[in-house]
Each structure stands twice: as structure tokens, then as C-alpha cells.
């Protein structure tokens, strides 16, 4: 396959040897003292001085929005500045995202000399280190090949599929495109008289949104870049920022320069969170700067139990802001009360840690003047991330540190844009206020009932019950939990199209039953309109035109084809559809459709940048309908782990041991596409590795380097070698999405997200053919 040759990543079974195993030792004899560092140089370096480097430097300079994490930089101050007007924002993730995009682009004789069993076997690191899409593609039923297809093709196939009743017709999407095509995708598609539009967010932040709307009102952020300064102590709970969030880093850094302090919540002790060396901080690169004041390592999804213990500590020691309760919340006295009836020992026996520090972290919150508490999918991706979320808040507001400068809630999401396709409507569950304002727009009643999330979509697919999907970038396949059922359930489906910027794992395994078709798009800093984002703490950049280095590519923006596509579907009644070909038009109805979007309807003539209205609180009045936060009571959660024998072994196996599974991020990834095969900074030297506790492993009789199997409700994987790390007992961590094939999904009823971060599992020793024999 010399095509394939550009590849670097490993089999995805990789088999131990002599030299592989002399790698492995090496790469966990030398995992770096801090986070960031050095390392961020040398990949810098490597990457601005190479053949690509002008042109890296010239992207990385464009008046456009990081294409990374959703904590943003960029747009009309330039690349580098933040919304403070700051320099040297940016960070390795920009450059990783950035790089990739700059690929050079497939050619036409690629899809004919690769079928797609080939293209099956590939990792997602060698899926996306094929180059970029620069022309129209589509597998047909019965092909084992990819072939170009002409855009009036498309257009037919897509809108015969559209054509369809409209509870059959879907969408996903995720936070990579802009605004404007979040609005005109939810648009067209309510338009239709569906409420399909499932959203990466419903895989990660949508537990965030459900909790946070439940007692605040809103479901974003309620803190400010700006307020964020104001605060003197940071909990940051289930992050490893680090690695997905490098430039929050400088936020802590500076926290801690100016006295204030960090208490990191993670069942795995993140070198990073421990001591992060930034390029923003020169001086203190090399050596780094302490970041945890305190670390707690919780067992995973007992997060809910160490912040009832911190509630409890308030309470014994008299410390609950109880005026601030009496005037600004609701319900706080049932909360008091089972606080009160939770006996410490539950709490302990569910959370993992001693009494000495949970005390230690209520007496840091209660010292503190102003508290931000912020969390990531380690809370969201559990099968109780509501609950943890009420937690947190009630912790937040019996400490009185909701609505003020300096403190309140902050969701650290993911990609770059996914709250802005939340603020545009693209959600199952749409907000009335934005429904009637799409209903005056429309000239029509839209439907009432809450359509299929990302979960819900792929049950429904797996039943038979979805014939058209518009995938607007993401990759609906691997993100999902079983996946041996979502390649399922995407085969049921007789269209599937795909709008993407290069290949994916989910363009090869994700094939329709009749026609998949995947579409090339602009990358954003390409696009030839004006188009804007909005970061997780709701501020909306506007990102300018640019050009794309493709020469002679076939590319559409997604405007237009979305635009054209819903002029085919419902002609000229009751939107002239092809004039939101012109994006100030989308925005002007953006201004129109959307609280707090105001100002976007001018930004094409101020060029202002703004922070949305209403969303930020600097005093303790919520838009809940009795201006109060309405707290909400916290049942522990029940973490019995399964038996051996209930993964059908011996419950006398020879080393072998359950876990709880935390399935994570590695640092050289953005969400399911793998830059980097190793990670340095957990000493993990490949993809197929588990993270274990040396004592866990040593108690079942097992050693580093081993090789192991692992297995979960869905599936198994062999071949998995064992690395030692500080990961607290009973929990051990492997890389996402590999290991999404373990597990069925366990979801947060109330907001459709599987648990990711604590996956029952039994690791143990392969059986010899004698040992299966005897078993």
C-alpha cells in the first residue's frame, strides 16, 4: 500500500518483543518531572521550522479562532491574542490541529488503489496522516472502493434521503464548524419537521447543560476570562487540562504567582496538574510551576461523595453561608438535611479518601475569599454527572461563591465550538424561548417532542428505525461506546453523508447500507466568508476569510452546501434558503433567533467581539423562574464493581483482578484523532497499554510490561501491555477510543452520556489452550 506508506502509527494489536519491550521500559524509566516543559519547545521547533513551517506561522497569525479546545483564542486581534488582548495564546494543541489541516491532499487514484478493507485496518493516526480530502467521494452498496461522484449526485442522493418522513432523518455534529452552519443545519432540519439533531455535546458537556440549566437557569459557564483573574482558589475536578486545556494552565500558573491556590480532583495524579512548565512563563519552562496545593485522588464516579464530605465539614464546623442560602436559593434546607443524615462512613467507604483530606479541602474552599469551580468530562462522563454536578453547586453555594467577581461555575468543554452549536438550537431538546422565535422565522409550528441525542440516534439506527444522517464533521463511529454495535447501526442506514476536512476512522467503519457520501469542506481558517465561534466562556469570535493551500480541490464551505441543500429540500417557502449563502444574512437571523446574540447581527460592520448577554453572573440573581438557585439533593452513588466470575472467570483466577476503568485522552490527541501514538507524560509508550497501580498489579501477580487481556460487558482486547503509574488503587486508565470497544453504554438517563470514566473491567493473564480446556 504505498499510499499508506505516510503512516507512523502502530498495528492495532501490536506483539511484544525483545525490542519493543526494551521501548516500553525506557518510556516508563523516563517520564518527564512536569507537564509542558521542554517538550512543548522541541515539538514547536520541530513543526515551525520544518518545510510546512511558513505556512504554519502564517495560519497561526490568521484572524481566526483556534481550531483546538473550546477555551479559545484567536479571531480579530489576532491568532495569538485572547479575548483580554493578550499575547502568546496559543498552544501545542493549536499547532497539532493546525499542522494536520495543512496536509497536502489526496489524489485521484488514492480511493482506487485502496479498497476498504484496507482502509479499515487503519489506526486514527494513520486516518489522519492520509492528507486532506480535496474532492467528493461516495461507497455505493456492494463496493469495496470509494469513487468520485459529481456534486449534482450529491445533491440528488441527499435530497431523495431528506425527502423522507422526517422522523426517519437525522443529524450529527460536532464542534469543529462555525455558528452559521450550526443555525442552518438546525433550521433545515426542524424545518422538516424533525427534532434529530444529536451533537458531539451529548457524548461529553451535556450533563453540564442539563444540571446546570436545573439550578441556575443556564447552561453555560457563569464565569468570565476575566472574572476567572478574580478568583484566589480553583477546584478542578476530572480534568487533565495539561493535555486538553494547555492554556488554562497559565491561569493557574498565574493564580498560584499571586497567591492563590489549587485543589486538582483526579483519580489519576496527572504530572501536569502536579507542576506544568509554560512557554508564557519563560523563566520557570524548564523547572515548572507547582499547580496542585492539593491533590485527591477519588475513586472514579465518587466525586458526588467527597463533595457531600466537604459539605459536611461546612456544616460540623459552622461554616454554611446560610444568609446567602436564605436570599438567593431554593430547596438548601433538604440539602442541609441529607447532608446532615449521611453518615461519614458511607462517605469515606464511597470516595476512597481519609477524612484528614477532605478536611483539608473544605478548610482551603472556606479560607478561600472567592472560589471558581470547574470541571471536565471526568464528572460529565459518569452514570450519575448530574448528581455530581448538583454537588458541586450546592458545595458552591453554601459557600456563597455563585454571583460575584471571582467565583461561580465553569464547565471546561471540549471542542473548540460545541457551545456554540448548543447556543444556535442544535440540540434534541430545544429551549422554548429559541423554538418560537424559529417558529415566527419559519411561519409554522415546530414540533414539541425532543428528538434522538447522539445515544438515542444510535439505538435507533440499530433498530432500524433512521434512513438519512448528515454527519456535520465529528466521527459518530468511534466516539461511541459497543463499537461493534454503532458500525451496526450506521450499516442500517441507506444514506449516510459526511462533511469532513480529512479522513477518519468513521468514514471507513460507518458505511450506510446504500450510499455513503463524504463531502470536502474548508477548514475554517479557509473558508472564503466571514464566520464566527463561540468559546466556553461565552465569549463569540469572528473568524475572517482566508484561502485554502489545496490546489485545484473540489471543496464546498458548509454554508453553501447546506444552503443549497435546504433550497432543494423545501424550495423558496417559507425562507429564501439560497440566500443564506450570505452569512451576514445567517447572522442577522442569529440576531434575531438567539438570546444574547444581539450583537452578531452588527459584528460584520464593528467587527466587536463580544461575550454573550445573561450568562455571566457577577451577582447571585439566576433566570430560574424565582430568581433563585434551586439546589437539588445528592443520593451517594453505588460503586459495587462486578465479580470475575460476571465476566466469566474463575472467581480463583490466577492473576486477574476487576477495575474500574477510566478510558481517557492521551496527551498527543484532540477528542478521536490521535497525533501521537505515545504519551511521554504518563510514560506510555503505544496506544494498547493499561495504567495500572503497582500494588494492584503486584497483589494479582502481575508485572510491568506484562502483556494482559481485558475485558469488558462488550468486548475484549488482548495483547494489552501493563504500565505502572499514579493512578489510585482499584481504577487504572486506558486510551479512548480504543477501549470504547470494552464497554456497552451506561447512560446518564437525564442527559443521554455514557460512562466513559468508570468501566467495570477484569484484567488477566491470556489463557494457555490447557487453561481453557480445564475452564
Known amino acids: 500500500m504505498t499510499q499508506l506508506d505516510q503512516t507512523e502509527g502502530q498495528s492495532p494489536l501490536p506483539v511484544a518483543n525483545n525490542s519493543d519491550r526494551a521501548a516500553s521500559e525506557a518510556a516508563a524509566d523516563n517520564t518527564p518531572a512536569i507537564g509542558g516543559g521542554l517538550p512543548i519547545i522541541q515539538y514547536w521547533a520541530q513543526k515551525t521550522l520544518s518545510p510546512q513551517g511558513p505556512q504554519l506561522w502564517q495560519t497561526l497569525f490568521h484572524k481566526s479562532a483556534c481550531l483546538s479546545c473550546a477555551w479559545g483564542t484567536g479571531g480579530q486581534n489576532g491568532g495569538f491574542i ?96 462555525s455558528n452559521e452552519a450550526a443555525f442552518l443545519l438546525q433550521l433545515m432540519v426542524r424545518a422538516l419537521g424533525s427534532n434529530n439533531l444529536a451533537d458531539c455535546s451529548d457524548l461529553c458537556h451535556a450533563p453540564s447543560t442539563v444540571s446546570l440549566n436545573k439550578v441556575f437557569g443556564t447552561g453555560t459557564s457563569l464565569v468570565s476570562l476575566e472574572s476567572l483573574r478574580q478568583a484566589d482558589c480553583v477546584v478542578l475536578v476530572g480534568s487533565n487540562a495539561p493535555a486538553n486545556h494547555p492554556r488554562l494552565m497559565n491561569e493557574l500558573i498565574e493564580l498560584r504567582d499571586r497567591g492563590g491556590r489549587v485543589i486538582a480532583i483526579n483519580p489519576v495524579k496527572e504530572v501536569g496538574l502536579a507542576k506544568f512548565g509554560s512557554p508564557a512563563h519563560p523563566l520557570r519552562l524548564v523547572q515548572g510551576q507547582e499547580i496542585a496545593s492539593l491533590f485527591l485522588q477519588p475513586i472514579p464516579g465518587s466525586d458526588l461523595a467527597l463533595f457531600v464530605g466537604i459539605q459536611k465539614v461546612l456544616l460540623e464546623r459552622g461554616w454554611v453561608q446560610y444568609e446567602y442560602l436564605k436570599a438567593h436559593t431554593e430547596n438548601w434546607q433538604a440539602v442541609i438535611d441529607q447532608v446532615s443524615a449521611t453518615e461519614w462512613e458511607s462517605i469515606i467507604a464511597t470516595c476512597g479518601l481519609t477524612l484528614t483530606e477532605i478536611v483539608a479541602a473544605a478548610e482551603m474552599i472556606h479560607s478561600s475569599k472567592n472560589v471558581v469551580f470547574a470541571w471536565a468530562m471526568g464528572i460529565t462522563h459518569q452514570a450519575n454527572s448530574v448528581d455530581n454536578i448538583y454537588s458541586i453547586a450546592n458545595t458552591a453555594l453554601m459557600t456563597g461563591n455563585v454571583g460575584k467577581p471571582g467565583a461561580g461555575m465553569m464547565p471546561i468543554r471540549g471542542h473548540s465550538n460545541v457551545q456554540g452549536f448548543g447556543s444556535m438550537g442544535v440540540t434534541a431538546h430545544l429551549k422554548d424561548s429559541i423554538r418560537e422565535a424559529l417558529e415566527q422565522l419559519l411561519g409554522k409550528s415546530l414540533k414539541r417532542e425532543s428528538g434522538y441525542d447522539a445515544r438515542a440516534l444510535i439505538e435507533a439506527a440499530d433498530a432500524g428505525e433512521v434512513d438519512t444522517l448528515l454527519c456535520l464533521g465529528g466521527n459518530l463511529y468511534a466516539a461511541n461506546p459497543d463499537l461493534t454495535q454503532a458500525k451496526r447501526a450506521l450499516g442500517n442506514i441507506d444514506t449516510i453523508v459526511y462533511l469532513a476536512t480529512k479522513p477518519n476512522q468513521g468514514h471507513f467503519h460507518g458505511l450506510a447500507r446504500q450510499n455513503t457520501i463524504i463531502v470536502p469542506v474548508f477548514a475554517r481558517f479557509e473558508n472564503p466568508h466571514k464566520t464566527t465561534v463561540e468559546s466556553g466562556n461565552n465569549f463569540v469570535r469572528l473568524n475572517s476569510p482566508g484561502k485554502t493551500h489545496l490546489k485545484e480541490a473540489d471543496l464546498v464551505t458548509e454554508i453553501d452546501f447546506l444552503a443549497e441543500l435546504a433550497h432543494r429540500i423545501h424550495g423558496e417557502d417559507p425562507i429564501q434558503w439560497r440566500r443564506l449563502h450570505d452569512t451576514r444574512y445567517v447572522r442577522q437571523l442569529i440576531a434575531q433567533a438567539i438570546p444574547g446574540y444581539e450583537k452578531i447581527g452588527e459584528i460584520d460592520d464593528t467587527n466587536a467581539e463580544f461575550t454573550i448577554g445573561g450568562r455571566i453572573f457577577l451577582e447571585p440573581k439566576f433566570p430560574t423562574p424565582s430568581g433563585k438557585a434551586e439546589m437539588q439533593t445528592t443520593p451517594l452513588p453505588d460503586l459495587t464493581l462486578p465479580t470475575l466470575s460476571e465476566f466469566g472467570l474463575l472467581e480463583a483466577q490466577p492473576s486477574a483482578l476487576v477495575l474500574a476503568l477510566i478510558t481517557g485522552r492521551s496527551y498527543g490527541q484532540h477528542n478521536t484523532v490521535v497525533y501521537k501514538e505515545a504519551d511521554e507524560y504518563r510514560g506510555m509508550p503505544h496506544r494498547h497499554c493499561i495504567l495500572m497501580n503497582p500494588d494492584d498489579a503486584h ?13 469488558g460487558d462488550a468486548g475484549q482486547l488482548d495483547n494489552i501491555e501493563i504500565i505502572f503509574g499514579e493512578v489510585r488503587s482499584g481504577a487504572a486508565l486506558m486510551f479512548y477510543p480504543e477501549a470504547n470497544v470494552l464497554m456497552k453504554a451506561r447512560i446518564e438517563k437525564r442527559a443521554g452520556t455514557p460512562a466513559y470514566k468508570r468501566v467495570p473491567v477484569a484484567v488477566f493473564l491470556p489463557f494457555s489452550r490447557d487453561d481453557a480446556a480445564s475452564n
Open 82 to 177: 485572547n479575548e483580554l488582548e493578550e499575547p502568546l495564546q496559543r498552544c501545542m494543541k493549536s499547532v497539532q490541529a493546525i499542522s494536520s489541516e495543512l496536509q497536502p491532499g489526496l489524489g485521484d487514484h488514492f480511493f482506487n488503489r485502496h479498497n476498504i478493507s484496507e482502509l479499515q485496518a487503519l489506526t486514527s493516526r494513520e486516518a489522519d496522516r492520509l492528507g486532506r480530502l480535496s474532492f467528493p467521494v461516495i461507497c455505493r452498496a456492494g463496493s469495496n472502493h470509494y469513487e468520485r461522484i459529481t456534486w449534482e449526485e450529491i445533491y440528488r442522493l441527499t435530497t431523495a434521503g431528506f425527502s423522507l418522513p422526517p422522523e426517519r432523518v437525522a443529524s450529527y455534529s460536532s464542534g469543529r464548524s
Open 699 to 711: 497483589k494479582a501477580g502481575l508485572s510491568q510490561h506484562q502483556r494482559v487481556s481485558v475485558r
